[in-house]
Protein backbone atom coordinates (compact mmCIF):
# COMPACT_ATOMS: atom_id res chain seq x y z
CA UNK A 1 0.00 0.00 0.00
CA UNK A 2 1.16 3.34 -0.95
CA UNK A 3 2.62 5.58 1.88
CA UNK A 4 0.66 8.43 1.24
CA UNK A 5 -2.56 6.35 1.33
CA UNK A 6 -1.73 4.84 4.36
CA UNK A 7 -0.60 8.12 5.98
CA UNK A 8 -4.25 9.71 4.50
CA UNK A 9 -6.18 6.74 6.45
CA UNK A 10 -4.11 7.06 9.56
CA UNK A 11 -4.55 11.02 9.46
CA UNK A 12 -8.28 9.90 9.68
CA UNK A 13 -8.53 6.99 12.14
CA UNK A 14 -6.16 9.13 14.77
CA UNK A 15 -7.88 12.79 13.99
CA UNK A 16 -4.25 13.79 13.26
CA UNK A 17 -1.05 13.56 11.17
CA UNK A 18 0.71 10.49 12.25
CA UNK A 19 4.27 10.37 13.49
CA UNK A 20 7.24 9.10 11.48
CA UNK A 21 7.05 6.35 13.96
CA UNK A 22 3.30 5.60 13.34
CA UNK A 23 3.58 5.25 9.53
CA UNK A 24 6.72 3.03 9.90
CA UNK A 25 4.56 0.26 12.18
CA UNK A 26 1.53 0.85 9.79
CA UNK A 27 3.72 0.21 6.78
CA UNK A 28 6.61 -1.68 8.05
CA UNK A 29 9.15 0.78 6.28
CA UNK A 30 12.61 2.15 8.05
CA UNK A 31 11.79 5.59 9.24
CA UNK A 32 14.55 7.39 7.82
CA UNK A 33 13.50 6.11 4.31
CA UNK A 34 9.77 7.95 5.30
CA UNK A 35 11.41 10.55 6.26
CA UNK A 36 13.50 11.07 2.89
CA UNK A 37 10.15 10.34 1.08
CA UNK A 38 8.42 13.18 3.04
CA UNK A 39 11.85 15.35 2.36
CA UNK A 40 11.36 14.80 -1.65
CA UNK A 41 7.86 15.69 -1.63
CA UNK A 42 8.65 19.13 -0.71
CA UNK A 43 9.50 21.60 -2.49
CA UNK A 44 13.78 22.90 -2.62
CA UNK A 45 14.01 26.47 -0.63
CA UNK A 46 16.81 28.45 -1.29
CA UNK A 47 20.08 28.23 1.11
CA UNK A 48 19.60 32.15 1.97
CA UNK A 49 15.87 31.08 3.00
CA UNK A 50 15.20 31.62 6.73
CA UNK A 51 14.62 28.89 8.65
CA UNK A 52 11.45 28.30 10.25
CA UNK A 53 10.73 30.96 13.05
CA UNK A 54 14.42 31.22 14.50
CA UNK A 55 14.65 33.69 10.89
CA UNK A 56 18.48 31.85 10.38
CA UNK A 57 19.74 30.30 6.86
CA UNK A 58 22.34 28.22 6.25
CA UNK A 59 24.41 30.41 5.09
CA UNK A 60 24.12 32.76 8.07
CA UNK A 61 24.51 29.94 10.01
CA UNK A 62 28.23 28.74 8.51
CA UNK A 63 29.72 32.28 7.80
CA UNK A 64 29.45 35.70 6.66
CA UNK A 65 31.52 35.12 3.63
CA UNK A 66 28.44 35.26 1.18
CA UNK A 67 28.63 31.86 -0.13
CA UNK A 68 26.18 33.20 -2.94
CA UNK A 69 28.35 34.88 -4.61
CA UNK A 70 31.03 31.69 -5.09
CA UNK A 71 30.21 28.93 -6.93
CA UNK A 72 32.87 27.20 -5.49
CA UNK A 73 31.97 27.55 -2.12
CA UNK A 74 28.52 26.39 -3.21
CA UNK A 75 29.53 23.28 -4.71
CA UNK A 76 31.68 22.39 -1.75
CA UNK A 77 29.02 23.14 1.03
CA UNK A 78 26.62 20.50 -1.10
CA UNK A 79 29.27 17.95 -1.34
CA UNK A 80 29.58 18.53 2.61
CA UNK A 81 26.05 18.11 3.13
CA UNK A 82 26.04 14.78 0.79
CA UNK A 83 28.35 13.30 3.10
CA UNK A 84 27.14 14.06 6.56
CA UNK A 85 25.37 11.14 8.74
CA UNK A 86 21.85 10.37 6.62
CA UNK A 87 19.96 11.91 10.19
CA UNK A 88 21.92 15.00 10.13
CA UNK A 89 21.59 15.20 6.34
CA UNK A 90 17.60 14.87 6.61
CA UNK A 91 17.79 17.68 9.71
CA UNK A 92 19.89 20.01 7.36
CA UNK A 93 17.50 19.79 4.56
CA UNK A 94 14.51 19.97 6.33
CA UNK A 95 15.68 23.02 8.64
CA UNK A 96 17.51 24.63 5.63
CA UNK A 97 16.16 23.97 2.19
CA UNK A 98 12.18 23.56 3.37
CA UNK A 99 11.68 25.89 6.11
CA UNK A 100 10.83 23.39 8.89
CA UNK A 101 11.19 24.59 12.29
CA UNK A 102 12.91 22.62 14.62
CA UNK A 103 9.55 21.20 16.29
CA UNK A 104 8.38 20.43 12.91
CA UNK A 105 11.44 17.96 11.96
CA UNK A 106 11.06 16.42 15.36
CA UNK A 107 7.47 15.26 14.22
CA UNK A 108 8.87 14.43 10.71
CA UNK A 109 11.78 12.50 12.03
CA UNK A 110 10.40 10.63 15.21
CA UNK A 111 13.01 12.41 17.72
CA UNK A 112 12.19 15.23 20.35
CA UNK A 113 12.51 18.97 19.20
CA UNK A 114 15.78 18.92 21.70
CA UNK A 115 17.07 15.65 19.36
CA UNK A 116 16.79 17.79 16.40
CA UNK A 117 18.73 20.72 17.96
CA UNK A 118 21.36 18.37 18.81
CA UNK A 119 21.63 16.76 15.68
CA UNK A 120 21.53 20.59 13.95
CA UNK A 121 24.13 21.46 15.78
CA UNK A 122 26.47 18.60 15.11
CA UNK A 123 25.72 18.80 11.90
CA UNK A 124 26.55 22.36 11.55
CA UNK A 125 29.82 22.46 13.16
CA UNK A 126 31.25 19.57 10.29
CA UNK A 127 29.55 21.42 7.50
CA UNK A 128 31.52 24.58 8.72
CA UNK A 129 34.55 22.15 9.19
CA UNK A 130 34.10 20.87 5.49
CA UNK A 131 34.19 24.60 4.41
CA UNK A 132 37.45 25.25 5.91
CA UNK A 133 39.14 22.28 4.44
Do not use: H, W
Amino acid sequence: MALRQRRQELTQRLGREPTVGELAQATGLEPEDIAAADAAMLSVASLQGESGEDGFSLEAVLGDEGIEDDLVEKLTLRQAIDQLPQRERMVILLRFYKNLTQDRVSKVLGVSQVQVSRIERRAVERLREAMME
